[in-house]
């Protein structure tokens, strides 16, 4: 019994957050952002229109090399999310689209499929766990983990994510290292790429050198 009490208490330590006794925190998006989540706005500021997010329903561009959208809903257009933790996002992927390999540092990611057919996986730093999941099936990714989501399907993909940060951040790794001035014969090395591939991809992200 004393476990099963310090285990409860140490779940709502857990899921504590800067609302502190307070039911919401709305976000002051004219303030800045703090470790803790946005300062609140005055309650009697605060509108229904401040927990509603009406534009997920209309698919994202996925013109692009990977041939993905993203709709993200977070406490950026969604300012009642602040402070709880919690957020989303609609992921479209054309076909033989990917979300590239990629680390939320800050948040868990719970994805759901609601058309077509992904090949999902994370990586850990012993093993590889891979499925190939349907509209009604769920996968979660756990945070920090490097991650894709790559359409195995005949048609176009949709699924929503959920994520256990009100605005998580991600690190995309093939950006990360094409998209800066990291020089071509650095890169050369550490990757053992050749240089007219980095070069083409540099061209790709933006990155020069």
């Avoid at 093939?174 to 990291?182: A, E, H, K, P």
């Amino acid at each position: 019994m004393i476990q099963i009490v310090l285990f409860f208490f140490a779940l709502i330590s857990f899921t504590s957050n800067a609302i502190d006794s307070d039911d919401f925190c709305v976000a002051n998006l004219l303030l800045s952002d703090t470790p803790s989540g946005y300062p609140c706005k005055p309650e009697k500021f605060v509108t229904a229109n401040d927990f509603m997010y009406s534009s997920l329903a209309a698919a994202a561009s996925t013109a692009n090399p990977f041939k993905v959208g993203l709709t993200p809903v977070n406490v950026s257009n969604l300012s009642g999310l602040n402070g709880l933790g919690l957020s989303a996002a609609r992921i479209d992927i054309g076909i033989n689209g990917s979300v590239p390999m990629h680390t939320h540092p800050d948040a868990t990611e719970l994805l759901i499929v609601i058309e077509g057919q992904l090949t999902v996986g994370f990586i850990t730093p012993t093993k590889l766990l891979v499925k190939t999941i349907n509209p009604g099936d769920v996968f979660v990714f756990p945070k920090g983990l490097l991650h894709f989501q790559v359409n195995s399907g005949a048609g176009n993909a949709i699924a929503i994510a959920a994520f256990s940060s009100s605005n998580p951040s991600i690190h995309v790794s093939t950006i990360l290292l094409f998209g800066n001035d990291l020089p071509t014969p650095t890169i050369q090395k550490t990757a053992l790429l050749d240089a007219a591939q980095i070069i083409e991809l540099k061209g790709m992200f933006g990155g020069t050198g």
